[in-house]
């Protein structure tokens, strides 16, 4: 990473799950990668175990703070989008509804 404040960014956007060291242990993530652009910076993430999607990614738009949420399905070289959740999303919902739609759960 290029400084601080893009490592700030990134933990607090996996800080919505809990954490990229409990990503990694309740529900085996990995290839994490993070993006940024003039108005967007996101971080995503693959992991086993749900028949519903395998990726994530998360993203804050740095105009006007509000969160998005993207979660698919990879498989070879072919990916389907399975819930978008466009800007707007609060903190407090991120992880509930990663939970809800993938069946995986990040706390017992």
Not at 6 to 18: A, E
Not at 43 to 50: A, D, E, H
């Amino acid at each position: 990473m290029t400084n601080q404040h893009d490592q700030t960014i990134v933990q607090n956007l996996l800080n919505n799950f809990g954490g990229q060291r409990r990503l990694i242990a309740m529900i085996g993530a990995k290839h994490f990668s993070y993006d940024k652009t003039a108005s967007k910076f996101s971080v995503s993430f693959r992991f086993p175990g749900s028949r519903k999607a395998n990726y994530c990614e998360i993203w804050v738009n740095l105009g006007t703070d509000e969160l998005g949420l993207q979660l698919g399905k990879i498989r070879g070289t072919n990916f389907r989008i399975v819930k978008d959740y466009e800007e707007g999303l609060p903190n407090e919902n991120v992880k509930w509804l990663f939970e809800q739609e993938t069946g995986l759960y990040l706390s017992f």
